[in-house]
């Protein structure tokens, strides 16, 4: 079973308009999340990289982002009883969080490859839900 992509409401926005004015780029955005929910479902971390390893980074730009693990333990305090039972089974197979907010960016060429455009999309990975969760975008063309 392969992970699922869905979309946060303002995501799926931004990615809409992006694809209405600049209808070319809507298959490869959709292709490259769907490269990004193959990664995820392999637990592979080639193309996107975990948000906690930045805090130094991030603490200078947004509020610190907790490590994977404390973000973990509070969702595992907020989740039902057979998540959390799907989570320890998630944990005990792959040694790695269940839940994790990655990132990952990619260059495109627009307008016929006169130009080009680097977007970058923030995510959850769920991998109790085999899911992943497009929470923003930033840097589509027209945003």
Not at 104 to 118: E, K, N, Q, T
Request: aromatic share 12%; glycine share 6%.
């Amino acid at each position: 079973m392969s992970y699922r992509i869905r979309f946060q409401r303002s995501a799926k926005a931004e990615l809409d308009q992006c694809c209405r004015v600049y209808a070319c780029m809507g298959g490869a955005l959709l292709a490259w999340l769907g490269t990004l929910a193959q990664e995820a479902e392999l637990h592979e971390e080639r193309l996107s990289f975990d948000i906690a390893n930045l805090p130094a980074y991030l603490s200078r730009v947004v509020s610190p982002i907790e490590s994977s693990w404390r973000a973990t333990w509070e969702r595992f305090q907020e989740a039902t009883w057979t998540e959390d039972m799907k989570a320890i089974l998630e944990i005990i197979k792959t040694r790695k969080p269940p839940w994790q907010l990655r990132a990952s960016w990619r260059v495109f060429p627009v307008l016929g490859g006169a130009s080009h455009c680097m977007p970058v999309v923030f995510f959850d990975v769920d991998h109790v839900g085999k899911q992943i969760v497009v929470r923003l975008f930033d840097g589509l063309p027209g945003q």
